[in-house]
């Protein structure tokens, strides 16, 4: 089961502070050059706690973790961060128009704790491997801070949106109303009827949750409550404080969830032959050009866009490349008959094999160009582009050897995956907006 807590968080006090001037993007999706720019709002932003600058004087008692934690002890000590007095839901509501521009969405979750279950036990599931640096560090930060900072993207189910009606129907004053640098307008409340926060409870209980963003978060929040199980065998109560982590709780149902593509872009490779490559490719895919010039791209894209939505539907995978050396643009969509997924692919479960971004990785990337899993996690010829029209441009402007297109992959289908026990590649999926952090913090004092 899927336990559900209110948290009394702590938030900032705004009266003192102005909300832009504090919270951040995730801390992965900070650039230095946000960071910089942060820096330059307040000297309370959270970026401070998030991305501690590494200094060379650093010692094992001072050190960017132990600063966190000492800002933290400041900006409570100063008023600026402060304990709601009682415990309640978050309900959290994000209006965003996507990258380029079209209509407004609008994404609603709710800001909660959650309970904190090993894979095995099947109450919560992922959908991505994770590398041991990111953990490290933020486990570093956790020991030394006792605080989840930033918010782990969950997903459920729940098609008659039962959880989101109940939240929302009194979610009429935002305790914080803030926009951020992608043009996202971000909205909290808080719900402390205990009603309420007991019938979303029991709706939240029976169902499987699906970690959309937050993998390293999670998985490092999981092994320092075992940590702080082992330091303090004799605790008593159980559940622990430690044994929850703070979590955003999204209706994959509802509208308003967007993933976008990540591109792929392809250089370096020794003895690039894009002809070679094609030739390999046709073993699997049905190979089709399209006469797209540079001049025409923009205009084209649309149209091609659509195709790779509608082979998605189709459940036939398919992605789009653009290579050096070939005028055009070229669709690869899996064959209808001949090609035997089991026994190319026996290390995957159907649900992967019906993924087109799997069958980019491993059947035109490794088997047609020779670029190993193990070279993608070293970052080996391959970067991750969101803007299709810069991946296609490198390309024909000089800067890569290849740049493949991929549909969007559906919320239900990430679940699917999440659900069979399997994940997907790496950068496979990215849900937009992200989660700001410095909404709430759960702090275990």
Not at 159 to 169: D, I, K, N, Q
Not at 273 to 300: I, Q
């Amino acid at each position: 089961m899927a336990e559900i807590k209110p948290l009394a968080a702590y938030r900032y006090d705004l009266s003192a502070v102005r909300a832009e001037d504090v919270l951040t993007q995730p801390y992965d999706k900070i650039t230095p050059e946000m960071r910089r720019r942060y820096l330059t709002r307040d000297a309370h932003n959270l970026v401070r706690v998030i991305l501690g600058e590494n200094l060379s004087s650093d010692e094992e008692d001072d050190n960017a973790y132990t600063r966190a934690e000492g800002y933290l002890r400041q900006w409570i000590g100063e008023g600026v961060l402060r304990r709601d007095p009682e415990a309640g839901l978050y309900p959290y509501e994000q209006t965003f128009t996507l990258p380029g521009g079209g209509a407004a969405h609008t994404r609603r979750g709710f800001i909660a704790l959650g309970r904190l279950e090993p894979y095995d036990r099947r109450v919560v599931h992922r959908h991505e491997q994770t590398l041991s640096g990111p953990k490290e560090d933020r486990l570093r930060l956790l020991r030394a801070t006792h605080t989840h900072l930033g918010q782990i993207f969950m997903l459920y189910s729940d098609p008659a949106g039962r959880v989101e009606a109940e939240l929302f129907a009194r979610a009429k004053n935002p305790v914080l109303e803030a926009g951020d640098e992608y043009g996202t307008r971000h909205r909290l409340f808080r719900e402390t009827d205990g009603g309420v926060i007991a019938r979303v409870q029991a709706a939240m209980a029976p169902l499987p949750l699906v970690i959309a963003d937050g993998h390293h978060r999670y998985e490092t929040a999981l092994a320092w409550s075992q940590e702080e199980h082992r330091r303090l065998k004799h605790y008593a109560a159980d559940p622990a404080p430690w044994d929850f982590a703070m979590m955003t709780f999204v209706n994959l149902d509802a509208p308003g969830l967007v993933v976008l593509p990540t591109h792929r872009v392809v250089h370096g490779v020794a003895d690039w032959d894009a002809g070679r490559l094609l030739e390999r490719a046709r073993e699997f895919f049905d190979v089709h050009e399209r006469p797209v010039s540079a001049a025409e791209w923009e205009r084209a894209w649309p149209a091609l866009e659509a195709e790779l939505a509608a082979a998605e539907q189709e459940r036939r995978p398919a992605f789009l490349a653009a290579l050096a050396g070939k005028p055009g643009l070229y669709l690869f969509r899996l064959r209808r008959a001949g090609v035997d997924l089991a026994r190319e692919l026996p290390a995957y479960n159907d649900e992967q094999r019906q993924l087109a971004v799997l069958l980019l990785h491993e059947l035109a990337l490794r088997r047609g160009l020779g670029i190993t899993p193990e070279a993608v996690r070293d970052g080996q010829h391959l970067r991750y582009e969101r803007d299709a029209h810069a991946a296609v441009r490198a390309v024909w402007e000089g800067g890569a050897q290849a740049a493949f297109l991929l549909a969007p992959v559906a919320p239900r289908t990430v679940r699917d995956v999440a659900l069979s026990g399997a994940v997907m590649p790496q950068k496979s999926t990215d849900f937009f907006p992200k989660l700001l952090s410095g909404l709430t913090l759960y702090r275990i004092e």
